[in-house]
């Protein structure tokens, strides 16, 4: 497969490359774009599997309020079932 930063399938949905699909698609029916805005505007939308357009490395909601509950109070001590 070609080294671009989006694959798309010919179902209007779109992922990352480097995304794991169940099975490896056909070249043909792939469709390569660089940029996610060049995908939206071709009519394609993000997969809702791959979640390609969520900022690669963020923090999951969840973890983030750890984070933030720990930013604001740095003397607490979490366990398992927090």
């Known amino acids: 497969m070609?080294?671009?930063?989006l694959q798309l399938?010919?179902?209007q949905?779109?992922?990352a490359a480097q995304a794991a699909l169940a099975r490896k698609p056909k070249e043909n029916n792939v469709v390569f774009f660089k940029i996610p805005k060049e995908a939206l505007a071709n009519g394609y939308r993000p997969c809702n599997i791959s979640h390609s357009m969520e900022q690669h490395g963020a923090a999951p909601d969840?973890?983030?309020g750890?984070?933030?509950?720990?930013?604001?109070?740095p003397?607490?001590?979490l366990i398992?079932?927090?």
Do not use: G, T
Request: proline content about 0%.
């Open 2 to 5: 070609k080294d671009h930063s």
């Open 9 to 11: 399938l010919k179902q």
């Open 13 to 15: 949905a779109f992922s």
């Open 62 to 64: 969840w973890v983030q």
């Open 66 to 73: 750890l984070l933030k509950e720990v930013e604001d109070k």
């Open 75 to 77: 003397n607490i001590s």
């Open 80 to 82: 398992c079932i927090d």
